[in-house]
């Protein structure tokens, strides 16, 4: 695997844990909803996900992370329709993609 790769791969870990940390142990959805912070916040770590995943499609096109064409195409729906992010849509990602993409990520990274 390209370093390069392994770079981007170890930006979107970080980004999932940053969310982890920025949401704590209790997992809120209406904390999360009530704090403007706190969405911004999540909001631009999925930006960073999405662009790390863009970048790695570029070095490896066959590259086996499920879902990676709608990790992009979130991180332009949460840049380009900013006016039109839902914050259910972005806690469902929150809940039950985050915690798999960190799993394929982390195997991916020791491989």
């Known amino acids: 695997m390209k370093l390069e790769v392994k770079k981007y791969l170890y930006d979107i870990k970080v980004s999932i844990e940053s969310i982890e940390v920025y949401l704590g ?4 959805f209406f904390n999360y909803q009530n704090n403007k912070l706190l969405r911004r916040g999540i909001e631009r770590e999925i930006e960073i996900i999405g662009e790390a ?30 006016d039109k992010v839902d914050d259910t849509v972005i806690w469902g990602i929150i809940i039950s993609h985050l915690p798999k993409l960190k799993i394929e990520v982390v195997k991916y990274l020791e491989s």
């Open 53 to 82: 995943m863009s970048r790695i499609l570029k070095l490896e096109p066959n590259c086996s992370i499920q879902n990676a064409r709608r990790i992009i195409d979130t991180r332009n729906w949460v840049i380009h329709g900013y």
């Open 25 to 28: 142990k209790e997992r809120n």
